[in-house]
């Protein structure tokens, strides 16, 4: 796979509540290739989103891609990943020091905010996940 466009969520019901994320997975022509989900326990929303940001990045060094576009409607996150923001929370800096060590082994890495109206499948995976995990 050459090219990847993964489109990232997650979200808490509560903050910390319950977590989760969902990730779609997209050729550059907007056909689906996967979608990922997973709970994560009780943690922050913001935790919630560095998970599916590591999730989405595993998926694409495993299946060796060449080039990623990331778009998330975390704009903490995406600021953080683009250099902009420093990493404060103690819980979030070894998920950001990971996800960034990921981005390092994908020769051509971009990551962008998108509004949460452009992120709608994302959302509703991080949702299911959610959902399944209370049962």
Not at 82 to 91: D, E, H, I, L, T
């Amino acid at each position: 796979m050459a090219s990847l466009i993964l489109r990232i969520d997650g979200g808490s019901r509560g903050n910390p509540g319950p977590a989760a994320y969902g990730v779609v997975v997209s050729d550059p022509s907007g056909a689906v290739i996967e979608r990922l989900r997973a709970s994560v326990g009780i943690q922050t929303n913001n935790y919630a989103e560095y998970c599916g940001l590591l999730a989405g990045l595993r998926y694409a060094v495993e299946r060796q891609a060449r080039q990623v576009r990331v778009y998330a409607d975390s704009q903490l996150l995406v600021r953080q990943m683009q250099g902009r923001y420093a990493v404060k929370s103690p819980n979030l800096l070894p998920l950001y020091q990971e996800a960034r060590r990921l981005a390092r082994l994908i020769p051509d890495f971009a990551i962008a905010h998108v509004y949460r109206d452009d992120n709608a499948e994302a959302d509703r995976l991080a949702n299911l996940a959610m959902d399944e995990a209370r049962g």
